[in-house]
């Protein structure tokens, strides 16, 4: 909960390493020496938890959390999140209204609703908490995805939280009496105009360290292609981040993919894909028009990566 002050929900995976040494220079140049004006920092940005970051400044335990910080290493935990109203994940996010915009399907929308699935691999919430870039055609994403392309406001909802007691007694705290029915107090960030504008430094910014924004996009396009990529993706996998070239093995096809012997593949997608054993389907090249991502992750942004 305390650390939620540094996660921001408009931060892909691939910028994290830029925000967080944003971050922690800013805080290194407002208050180095001033640790109360740290504490005062995060109760603002974060007032569900005001009262736990007094805490922290009057113990003086600042330093020990920036450290954790500075290696990327933010837990995530739905429970806490819900019961504090803190946002620790994009996971927690409802999914886009609309859900397909120009063909199209949020790659951070396809890990909600696969998640909200349960499917066999996505039923564990994501180690990494920073949305994936990008979107996927809709003829392309799962089966699970697919079928919600017509809902709207699929999302995580919290009934309640049962509070044991002793001599067997429990007492059911429900989502109207819980703090997490407040408004969030966590915003996006926005862009500064005219005078409030602020002279930014950019020292701080190393892109030769980027194994945080590296480590993150890993582990959440392997969250969601565990079982590989979307055909168009294949410029992204054979970035120098997922460090493939050590591999012998050839791109896997889709019939190996989507094998009936597979006891991992899921039942309606073994139908689905049955009917599809004798269509061919094309892999267009980087250069096509049919939307291939760029291979530059630092700066691939959302939809509009091409």
Known sequence: MLLSVFYEPSIECNAVTPWLQGTLAAVESLCSDRPYIFGRMCMERQPRVACLWLGITILGLQKELLQAVRFGQIPINLNCAAWSGTIQSFIQQPVTNPLVAHGRVGRADECRLLFLSQTTHQARVPICQWKPFGSTPLDDVDVEVRVHSECEDHGLQYKGFSWDY?????????????????????????ELSGAEQTPICYKALDREKEVISENATRSVFGWLRFEGYARHE?????????????????????????SDDDPKTSSRV???????????????????????EVLDLHNARGSDAQ
């Open 166 to 190: 002793t001599e067997d007694k429990s007492i059911m705290q429900l989502l109207g009496e819980a703090i997490f029915h407040s408004s969030r107090s966590l915003s996006t960030v926005q």
């Open 234 to 258: 294949s410029g992204i996998w054979k970035h120098d981040w997922f460090d493939m070239s050590d591999s012998d093995e050839e791109d896997v096809g889709w019939e190996e993919v989507y």
């Open 270 to 292: 073994k139908a689905w894909a049955s009917g599809l054993s004798s269509a061919k389907l094309s892999y267009p090249s980087l250069d096509d028009d049919a939307g291939g």
